[in-house]
């Protein structure tokens, strides 16, 4: 492999990682407001809720409340670092 071929997937490998990051973080923020009950009208919180919800729900499908602990973005949290895991540990070999 050539070293500009190394770069590009070394920089690849960092953004991924980078984005996948920010999401689990995001996600993060997403339990903690469901413990507060935030202003809906604030964009912050619009804005994490539109960027979660759509990967929640189909999970909230399957995973009913326990006690009313809604536990969706915990299995999300774990997939998402399963499928870092994979995606970055493959690309890595290269």
Known sequence: MS??????LGAIISTLSFV?????????????MSW?????????VQFIYRITEP????FRRFIPPIAGIDFSPI?????????ENLLLGSLRVY
């Open 55 to 58: 990967v929640l729900e189909p």
């Open 3 to 8: 070293h500009m071929t190394g770069s590009f």
């Open 75 to 83: 299995v999300v949290f774990i997939l998402i670092r399963f499928l």
């Open 20 to 32: 996948i990051n920010i999401y689990a973080w995001i996600l993060i923020a997403r339990v903690f």
């Open 36 to 44: 507060i009950n935030p202003d809906p009208g604030n964009p912050v």
